[in-house]
Structure formats: C-alpha cells, structure tokens
C-alpha cells in the first residue's frame, strides 16, 4: 500500500514538470515553424524584389528629369488651387477641352453632410 502511495504522489509532482516541459518544446517548435515559414516566403519573393529594383533603376532617371521640369509648375498649381475638395474632378468636353469646375458653396456643404455618420 506504501508503494502504490509513493507512486502516486511521484506522479503528481513528476506530471506538471513533464508537461511546463511539454509547453516550452511546443513554443520552441512554433518558433521554428515560424522561421521555415518566413525563410520560404523570402525565398519566394526575392525574384519578385529583384524585378522590382531593376525597375525601379531603370524609371529612376526618367523620375528625376520629370520632378526637376516638372516641380516648379506643380507648385505655382499648388499654390492657385488651395483646396482640391472645393473642385469638381475634371471633364472633358467633346472638342477635347478640359474643364474644372468649382463647387458652390451649397454643394460643398451638403458633401459635408453626406460624410457625417449618423448615430442611432
């Protein structure tokens, strides 16, 4: 009886041990899980980035040249137009003009309206 007893109580100190055990080989394994899974998605993608940083080689000139004659009348546009909201988008006509009208004071007030959420 003192045996089965002793066996007993061996193995309730000796169970919570085996399984703190059981916890920490389970997140060691998620983390390792974890890496293969992030390795495999890098592997994946690196033709993809590679792609992409040729391009972006390519067009990088292009981009320069673009901003550096293009910039100054970007901003004197800025500077004309304060609000974009206060436009409607563009049109274009059907002898190729292109127009841009400006909303009434009314309309842009109801835009105000239509974007407040209502509570219920």
Known sequence: MRKIALITCAAI???PLHAQEAEDDGFSLMEEG???FMRGIMREMEPAL???KKFSEEIE?????FVEQMGPALGELMEKI???TAYHPPEI???????IRRKT???????KQDGE???L
């Open 34 to 36: 974890a890496k293969l």
């Open 117 to 119: 959420e209502i509570e």
């Open 50 to 52: 590679d792609d992409l």
């Open 13 to 15: 100190l000796v169970a």
């Open 93 to 99: 006509l059907p002898n190729g003009d292109i127009i």
């Open 82 to 84: 304060d609000d974009f």
């Open 61 to 65: 000139p292009g981009l320069r040249q």
């Open 105 to 111: 004071p009314l309309e842009r007030e109801m835009e």
